[in-house]
């Protein structure tokens, strides 16, 4: 039986100064936090991935980190955060926390002491060239905002790597004094209580870089010493790691070990999020049924984070020129809403019209497909994006509470807000906020609880297989279905407008007694039709079968 927690669980992500503002100082915090812990148990959120929680200057949202063994103290303390913990275990909720080691902030002592004096111990822990690498002006990962991966530093009197900002330089893994250093944070964060880490910029960690080559080779190994490590501190400990490559790369990152999983437990499937959204940019399902059929087998134990939205751009770079534009013409077709000339600064609210039914259709997609969703604060209230900040920040702007002000994010000042709320238009907060959405059993907040209770109930959707269901159907609708020691459920949804006719046929061959579990609105029930309709962007959840063998009755009781 797998009853790995991960396969079950559903990833809510939030960044601390965004979300509850506990002191009135304008900056969210953790007890902010733990004051909001009860609504994220009744959404019905089984794991918390907190965005960078450590001291930083707060050039990188926190991804330039200044002390890998604190807590930002504008956040709270060490001892607040062991407090979240507590309070979010008892409430079932685990905690993962960003781990940010591909670099440091260029503020860290490590770099500090490394670029002072060339005998520090300190100065190997990072990547020099003492001459101009060939290379300084390739593999930049935010071209406008960033102009070199090689800058030279004048105390140093050196060049150092930076895969990002130039206030974020590399740190050298392949020096054992750092790798050893990796495990210490490691086990200092799983010591207090997090059930594992977000690894940032995986690929990038294990680069092997060398001065004037800008293919590194991998060191792959190391994630497998990461791997041990972990387990070896905590046994369900989980490894989930951003690494947007190429599909044929990905299979070693989870590593394979006679037919197990031996390095990363969890991927961010970035391949499945650009065709998500090429197939909602087209309403049709083609591009998820390639990327279901593309997509290589994983080893026993490993699991796709799926996502739409996260708090980066939608990196659509792995679409072709053609794909790309199509989404871009759909749902950025303003220049200020793309960054990177490869993504969209936008949340998917306003991306879809703010049409209830579209957005419902997208989120319902993607909670059914394979593996672990992950949602990110206020998409479950729809809010919309700010297109006035800079960069990634227009995504960044705080939890709409109420419509008290600064939407009950915090009692400060608002110009001392760590950023501004979106205070007009149709995604304002007095229009879009929790407690307005709580009271309203319509809302979309609402939905959200339903849905993820159905996702709770259906555990072949985490542990099981994830199928396209290849029989003749109307163009916008894709049949999926996912089966495990739990059952099956059968997944039709319509990315167009249209109203669609299905013919039932082969789809209902092994029902048991198939059940409607989740739809988008009252239909004739599925168990007694030959084809069933399906609305514009309708989508029908059917328990098919339910399973009683010895293994499966000690998962959680399955639907219908
Ligand atoms: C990936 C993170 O998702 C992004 O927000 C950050 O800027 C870079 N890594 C650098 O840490």
Not at 180 to 191: G, V
Not at 407 to 436: C, M
Not at 531 to 558: D, H, K
Request: charged share 25%.
């Amino acid at each position: 039986m797998d009853d790995r927690w991960y396969s079950k669980a559903v990833i809510y992500c939030l960044d601390i100064d965004t979300f509850a503002d506990s002191d009135g100082d304008g900056v969210g915090d953790i007890r902010g936090l733990i004051g909001r812990l009860d609504y994220l148990a009744r959404l019905g959120v089984d794991c918390l991935w907190l965005h960078p929680i450590h001291p930083s200057p707060g050039r990188d949202d926190g991804y330039d980190v200044t002390d890998y063994y604190n807590v930002d103290p504008r956040f709270g303390t060490l001892g607040d955060f062991a407090d979240l913990l507590h309070q979010a275990e008892s409430r079932g909720i685990r905690v993962i926390i960003d781990l940010v080691v591909n670099h440091t902030s260029d503020e860290h002592p490590w770099f500090v002491a490394a670029r002072s004096d060339p005998g520090s111990p300190y100065r190997d822990w990072y990547v020099w060239s003492d001459t101009e690498p060939a290379d300084r002006f390739q593999g930049m990962v935010f071209p406008g905002e960033q102009h070199e991966t090689w800058s030279y530093d004048r105390k140093a009197k050196g060049w150092y790597y930076h895969r990002f900002y130039k206030f974020q330089p590399d740190l050298n893994f392949g020096n054992p004094a750092v790798r050893a250093e990796i495990k210490k944070i490691m086990s200092f964060w799983l010591q207090l209580g997090v059930a594992g880490f977000r690894i940032d910029a995986a690929p990038f960690v294990i680069e092997q870089t060398v001065p004037g080559q800008p293919e590194a080779a991998k060191d792959l190994e190391f994630l497998t010493e990461l791997r041990e490590h972990v387990q070896w501190r905590r046994a369900d400990a989980v490894l989930l790691a951003e690494a947007n490559v190429e599909p044929d790369e990905l299979p070693v990152y989870f590593g394979d070990l006679g037919g197990s999983a031996n390095r990363l437990h969890m991927l961010f499937d970035f391949m499945l999020n650009g065709r998500l959204m090429l197939a909602l940019a087209r309403r049709h399902p083609e591009p998820v049924i390639e990327a279901l059929r593309d997509t290589p087998a994983l080893p026993r134990g490993s699991q796709w984070a799926t996502f739409l939205r996260n708090h980066d751009e939608i990196d659509l770079s792995k679409l072709t020129a053609e794909q790309r534009d199509e989404v871009f013409a759909a749902f950025g077709p303003e220049e200020r809403m793309r960054i990177y000339g490869r993504g969209i600064r936008r949340r998917l609210a306003p991306m879809l019209g703010n049409d209830r039914r579209r957005i419902e259709l997208a989120y319902a997609l993607q909670f059914s497909l394979r593996g672990t969703p992950v949602l990110r604060y206020g998409e479950e209230i729809g809010m919309g994006e700010d297109l006035s900040l800079p960069g990634r920040q227009s995504i960044r702007t705080p939890m709409q509470w109420s419509h008290q002000p600064n939407a009950g994010f915090s009692p400060a000042d608002p110009d001392k807000l760590v950023q501004p709320v979106i205070d007009s238009g149709d995604f304002g907060y007095e229009r879009v906020n929790v407690t307005a959405q709580r009271a309203d059993p319509g809302s979309l907040l609402a939905w959200f609880q339903r849905m993820m209770a159905t996702v709770r109930e259906a555990p072949e959707i985490g542990q099981g297989s994830c199928t396209h269901v290849d029989v003749k159907l109307p163009s916008g609708v894709l049949a999926h279905r996912a089966d495990g020691p739990t059952g099956s459920m059968l997944f039709l949804h319509n990315l167009a407008t249209d109203d669609a006719e299905v013919d039932l046929g082969s789809l209902f061959a092994d029902a048991d007694h198939p059940v409607d579990v989740l739809s988008d609105r009252r239909y004739e029930p599925a168990g007694k039709l030959d084809a069933l309709r399906l609305g514009g962007y309708g989508y029908r959840w059917i328990r098919l079968r339910r399973s009683w063998s010895p293994e499966a009755v000690q998962a959680p009781p399955a639907l219908g």
